[in-house]
């Protein structure tokens, strides 16, 4: 049985000032934006080149805006990412060097943190 990862929630509070976080700071793409009713909205945001997406809207999930943590995102050059992120506005740390890879750190508005992660070099497996 396959299972493909497509969506994940984030909650926020102000559905505009989220959008365009991730839009303009962030460089996700907007696919979908649509007002169901008065109690819902649905806005859907793709990562350049993923196949997995988030939503941020109204009525849409009942956890306080910000207490999504951990969201990892995988990119070819954490240095390339930060310079990005920070030209587009974004709070980005400087890139961090763990065992595991060399990290970024930024946060949305809310305080949704995410991790974007350069994978370390692998070593070649025996054949």
Known sequence: MDMKLELV???VS????AKDFY???MGFVAEHDVTVSEEMRFVQLTPP????????????VDSPPGSVKGVQLVIDDAAAAHAELVSRG???SEPEV????TFVFVEDPDGNRW?????PPREPTAA
Do not use: H, M, N, Y
């Not at 102000?14 to 000032?17: G, I, P």
């Not at 080149?49 to 849409?60: E, H, Y």
């Open 98 to 101: 763990f065992p595991w890879g």
């Open 90 to 92: 974004a709070r980005a």
């Open 14 to 17: 102000d559905v505009d000032r």
């Open 23 to 25: 839009v303009e700071q």
């Open 49 to 60: 080149g993923s196949a997995c997406s988030i939503a941020i809207g109204k009525g849409l």
């Open 9 to 11: 929630t984030l909650p």
């Open 115 to 119: 991790s974007l992660q350069q994978l």
